[in-house]
């Protein structure tokens, strides 16, 4: 299967376990791949049989951004289902990274990766 993949997009979220964590916006690193078929858009060359890139970012962004959240895992999910919602995927992996999380500890960051599958 196909990989339509957006890595790395930047957004800034209210996320925490603690109010005080979610009293602030924080950076989050958010990773999408999904899984269609793009035969059919490569041979007409037509991004309408495609999946648009911006239209998956503006779908992240508003799912990460809708609510606070304690949980990365949380965040994951609802991009996941939303993504499955909204594009012809059979498939969605998200990767959500929290650079903060444990900067004082000397990690890059941590996060949470989630697969699923339309139907699941």
């Known amino acids: 299967m196909d990989k339509v993949i957006l890595s790395g997009a930047k957004v800034e979220a209210r996320i925490g376990v603690t109010q005080e964590e979610r009293a602030q916006r924080q950076e989050l ?3 999408v791949e999904l899984e269609a078929d793009t035969r059919e858009a ?3 060359d037509d991004l309408r049989l495609s999946v648009d890139y ?9 799912a990460a951004q809708q609510q606070p959240y304690a949980l990365v895992e949380t965040v994951a999910e ?5 993504v499955l919602e909204e594009f012809a995927a059979e498939a969605v992996r998200v990767r959500v ?3 903060g999380a444990l900067r004082a500890e000397g990690v890059d960051w941590a996060g949470v990766e989630i697969l699923r599958r ?3």
């Open 118 to 120: 339309r139907g699941d």
């Open 97 to 99: 990274r929290k650079p």
């Open 42 to 44: 490569a041979r007409a």
């Open 29 to 31: 690193l958010i990773d």
């Open 78 to 82: 609802r991009i996941a289902e939303r």
């Open 54 to 62: 911006a239209a998956v970012w503006r779908c992240l962004k508003a």
